[in-house]
């Protein structure tokens, strides 16, 4: 079609705008109309094209896949960069680094102090135990940090979203101790991947894509006075470390992995086989006033305790 006549109707599309419009909102989506007409244009993408598009995308909403799909195809890493660039900018530099969110959080799990076991102890798993400090951009201990920690159990699969799991299980917020500390005992979590046969799955395998993320831990970490954390720790050697789904491998969140076949430490832990174990220590920045907030505000799922 010629450039003129593009123009003209996308002028009338957004000449339609009411004087009462929300200015963002009418922003956003004349940018948005905008650049899939010239996508459509460009692609020559046909009406057929255009309503299976359409409906994928329904389909992936009904089915709460949408959470999935952004994650694939690298929206909430792109977000994530975006936010290390706007902390730059406002000279916020170093501490832990983030990573995504995902769409699996809990809110509400049980409070624990100082140390938790996570898992219900019916779960199949190497027992893992992992500690370290909360600590603030001078390196000193964060009392009464908390620690909300939540991961996939040895099948791969969250609690809540996987109805055969007890409450919370895998999932605890940790309050640290007058030294910044926190312990926790778990299993060793497995990889997460998307549900076969689900709009993610039938959407990367047109990719030629795998929809699977390594093995990882899901953490916040939040004190009075500093930026919330959003961020995970990959269990090093997984064969997706480098090649996660959700492009949210990062360095500086592949800690080493300790055995631990000390006989004290293990009957200590009440386990007759080695453990796993990992020290990581996180680093939150000080509350800033001209940074953006590093909360963000979204919709997820939540359980009274
Ligand atoms: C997805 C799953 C996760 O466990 C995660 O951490 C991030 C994304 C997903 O299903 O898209
Ligand atoms: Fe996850």
Redesign the pocket.
Known sequence: MDKIQIDTVLNRIEEATGQHANPRIAAIVHRMVRDLFHMIEDLDIQPEEFWSGLNFLAEAGRSGEL??????LGF?HFLDLRMDEAESQAGIAGGTPRT?????YVAGAPVAQREARLDDGTGEGEVLVMEGQVKDGAGQPLANAVVEVWH?NALGN?SYFDPTQSAFNLRRSIVTDGQGRYRFRSIMPVG?S?PPNGA?DRLLKQLDRH?T?PA?I?FFVSAPGHRKLTT?INIDGDPYLWDD??F?TREGLVPPITRVSDAAAMAALGVDKPFASIRFDFTLHADQADAPQAEVARQRASVAA
């Open positions: 959470g999935l799909i952004a994650p694939g909430d995504i969110e995902g769409p699996l996939a969250y997460y998307v993610t929809g993320r990882h899901h995970q789904f959700a949210a």
